[in-house]
Nanobody, 130 residues
């Protein structure tokens, strides 16, 4: 059974950093793309960074490019999201997801239906506030 679990969220001041972790079980990460999504109160879910399982190619949404970095440790079945220079508008629940979309960019950009993903984590809250 495919399972994902996020950790590492919390409260941080503007300009601060956090590293989110996504632990995967029941599959190996080179078989699936892994993406980080977020949902702020009253807003829809958005893909912000995704990494291709096949070749490790990464994608970033413009709003996080240069500030966030996605990485993976296949041996540990972990995917990370290093978030630097955090802003109040980054406040959201952050989720990781696994999917078999054609590319990492497709996974992050196209609004796939929930049933088209193979697994979702339970989410971790990130709050950026002074």
């Amino acid at each position: 059974q495919l399972q994902l679990m996020e950790s590492g969220g919390g409260l941080v001041q503007p300009g601060g950093s956090l590293r989110l972790s996504c632990a995967a079980s029941g599959f190996t990460e080179d078989d699936y793309n892994i993406g980080w999504f977020r949902q702020a109160p009253g807003k829809g879910r958005e893909g912000i960074s995704c990494i291709s399982g096949r070749d490790g190619i990464t994608f970033y949404k413009d709003s996080v490019k240069g500030r966030f970095a996605i990485s993976r440790d296949i041996a540990k079945n972990m995917v990370y999201l290093q978030m630097n220079s955090l802003r109040p508008e980054d406040t959201a629940v952050y989720y990781c997801a696994a999917g078999s979309m054609p590319t990492a960019e497709a996974m992050c950009v196209i609004r796939w239906g929930m049933q088209e993903y193979d697994a979702w984590g339970q989410g971790t809250q990130v709050t950026v506030s002074s």
